[in-house]
């Protein structure tokens, strides 16, 4: 099973500053199968950016992901309020084990 | 519009069975992979187990938590997917979402979720 660590667990930033997400993966992730996923209170999650890089079909261009074999990186350019929220990485590679992070919680400073 | 909606949830008492439905509309349920995934309280996400499509074997595989315990099955003539889930277990306490992977192979569709509350 592939284990993949968010950090940082929480990030507190300010509206309008950049925000850089990790994700960690225990081994590589195959055909660069790394989808994000933000979640915001009482709602279920929204894909965001899947293989890799590629933004999710109504996704602002203010996101975008990178990476490539255990390293991943999500990056909110400039933030609006409305992306406070926690945010999990997966790793949809080694199917049937599919695996999320364990998440980064996104908050105002 | 693809919506996902699942139905089903409530208070049951350790080793008891309770089966999770959900109503799928706004794509051709019957080529998707459909998927379930769990957060308990406060935690993160855990993927459960999907269904393949009936061209694709219609097989099924399952998260070790629980295998052998819960089973994934679909209706394709009713647009439905369904969770049946037996010797339940406190710690399978819960909002349980179903979920349409798409092509990529990510979960591009979520429902609303359904509590599952696991007490005695």
């Known amino acids: 099973e592939i284990v993949l660590t968010q950090s940082p667990g929480t990030l507190s930033l300010s509206p309008g500053e950049r925000a850089t997400l990790s994700c960690r993966a225990s081994?590589?992730?195959?055909?660069?199968?790394l989808a994000w996923y933000q979640q915001k209170p009482g709602q279920a999650p929204r894909l965001l950016i899947y293989?890799?890089?590629s933004r999710a079909i109504g996704i602002p261009d203010r996101f975008s992901g990178s990476g490539s074999g255990t390293e991943f990186t999500l990056t909110i350019s400039r933030l609006e309020p409305e992306d406070f929220a926690v945010y999990y990485c997966?790793?949809?590679?080694?199917?049937?084990?599919?695996?999320f992070g364990q998440g980064t919680r996104l908050e105002i400073k | 519009e693809v919506q996902l909606v699942e139905s089903g949830g409530g208070l049951v008492k350790p080793g008891g069975s309770l089966r999770l439905s959900c109503a799928a509309s706004?794509?051709?349920?019957?080529?998707?992979?459909m998927i379930w995934v769990r957060q308990a309280p406060g935690k993160g996400l855990e993927w459960l187990g999907h269904?393949?499509?009936?061209?694709?074997?219609?097989?099924?595989d399952y998260a070790a938590p629980v295998k052998g315990r819960f089973t994934i099955s679909r209706d394709d003539s009713r647009n439905t997917l369904y969770l049946q889930m037996n010797s339940l277990k406190i710690e399978d306490t819960a909002v349980y979402y179903c979920?349409?992977?798409?092509?990529?192979?990510?979960?591009?569709?979520w429902g609303q979720g359904t509590l599952v509350t696991v007490s005695s």
């Open positions: 979920t349409k992977q798409s092509l990529s192979g990510s979960f591009d569709s």
């Open positions: 081994q590589s992730v195959s055909s660069d199968y």
């Open positions: 293989g890799v890089s």
């Open positions: 269904i393949k499509r009936v061209t694709d074997g219609g097989t099924t």
């Open positions: 997966q790793q949809y590679g080694s199917s049937p084990l599919i695996t």
């Open positions: 706004g794509f051709t349920f019957s080529n998707a992979w």
